[in-house]
């Protein structure tokens, strides 16, 4: 088993490509060990000392370190997705799929415009954030204001707000009218 890695805009966050699926559908976001107990990779790579977020996408993992160098700590990472599907195990236990979305909110009369706020954010965001090793998702849309949340390689990048601020707050206002400020959950 040959897996990539790839460096991410968050210099904590890299990006693991093992060639097999991680997960069928939706994205997993585990940023403390007591949550992981729904995946055994998961809690397999929060058994390495210094791992403090772990991502799953469709056909990559991002791993997020807390302090040290990654010539430490990727050859540990490396090991444990390649011991995790030697075994064959689940990455979920429970298949369940895209977690800890949560409720929207937005009010009817909105509901228009969030389909198109929601149909950018699939087609012309979602993709590109996925090849840095994050997700972003609708959260809601009140007042002019969209509301999203940001994970994976995304969540504490510091080039995050750049993205939000000036990609995808201007992508939306230049399609969406009634946009007129972005801000992260």
Known sequence: MFIQTEATPNPATLKFLPGKPVLAEGTRDFRKDADASASPLASRLFGIPGVTGVFFGTDFISVTKQDGDWQH???????????????????????????????????????????????????????????????????????GIVYLSMRGACAGCPSSTATLKHGIENLLKHFVPEVVEVRQI
Do not use: C, N, S, W
């Open 73 to 143: 700590l990727k050859p540990a990472v490396l090991g444990a997705i390649m011991e995790h599907y030697v075994t064959g195990e689940p990455v979920m236990a429970d298949d369940t799929g895209a977690g800890g979305t949560g409720e929207e909110f937005y009010g009817d009369r909105d509901a228009d415009t969030v389909g198109m706020i929601k149909e950018l954010l699939e087609t012309r965001v979602r993709p590109a954030v996925a090849q840095d090793g994050g997700d972003i998702t609708f959260k809601g849309f009140e007042e």
